[in-house]
């Protein structure tokens, strides 16, 4: 009677379970760290004269971002990154802490994070 009402042993329905809970974890963690985003960033410090955006451009271009990065008037540097949410917290850490290698950060601030779906630029470029 009861194997009539569970043809399946107990070893497959325990490995099933455990095969799907894995997958959807899984899934849910890739999916979080695969969402675009794109963020605007300005950068404060001895950040002018010292390579910092060429710096920013091959640390971004090493973590496949898009977007830009330039002076201002106000000895800082500012731009726009896009990638995946991965990707783009690692640049967020870097643009605080490395920055190039003479050059001072005081602060980093980060404004008008939001999901994307597409790209908006093509590659990342230092604006002059």
Request: glycine residues 4%.
């Amino acid at each position: 009677m009861i194997k009539s009402l569970f043809p399946f042993n107990a070893k497959f329905l325990i490995c099933a379970t455990i095969f799907f809970t894995y997958c959807t974890i899984h899934t849910a963690n890739m999916s979080s760290a695969d969402t675009l985003l794109s963020v605007d960033f300005e950068v404060f410090g001895r950040v002018q004269g010292v390579f910092f955006r060429k710096y920013t451009e091959k640390e971004a271009k090493r973590l496949n971002l898009k977007g830009w990065c330039m002076n201002t008037k106000q000895d800082t540097v500012k731009g726009i990154i896009e990638g995946t949410t991965r990707n783009v917290e690692e640049m967020k850490i870097w643009l605080q802490e490395t920055g190039s290698p003479s050059s001072r950060i005081d602060k980093a601030v980060f404004s008008n994070q939001k999901t994307i779906t597409q790209y908006t630029y093509d590659s990342f470029k230092i604006k002059r």
